[in-house]
């Protein structure tokens, strides 16, 4: 099965950048979408932004306009470039790969191990 790692993470403060990486042990881009989620704590897991297999972002509205999800082929990369961070922010970070399975919508899914992403104040 494919791996993903992740790693950028780390501590900033607000207004900083941090630019987040996932990199597959093989090609993940063969599958339906790839996305990045996060988790705060007592949180449930949200999804920040996915890239479709035809190339198509999208974006939670609550990063829309400050965070860019971009991908490297040669490298087998996904990226997630983060701008004007602030606290509300702070949560671990995962990279996913998932493939539709069948028309009824069952789903594979592949993840990371996630990455600490810590905004203060």
């Known amino acids: 099965q494919v791996q993903l790692v992740e790693s950028g993470g780390g501590l900033v403060r607000a207004g900083g950048s941090l630019r987040l990486s996932c990199t597959a042990s093989r090609n993940i881009f063969n599958f339906d979408s790839v996305a990045w989620y996060r988790q705060a704590p007592g949180k449930q897991r949200e999804l920040v932004a996915s890239i479709t297999d035809r190339g198509n972002p999208n974006y939670a509205d609550s990063v829309k306009g400050r965070f860019t999800i971009s991908r490297d082929a040669t490298t087998n990369t996904l990226w997630l470039q983060m701008n004007r961070l602030n606290p509300e922010d702070t949560a671990v970070y995962y990279c996913?790969?998932?493939?539709?399975?069948?028309?009824?919508?069952?789903?594979?899914?592949?993840w990371g191990q996630g990455t600490q992403v810590t905004v203060s104040s």
């Open positions: 996913n790969a998932r493939k539709v399975l069948n028309v009824e919508g069952a789903l594979a899914d592949v």
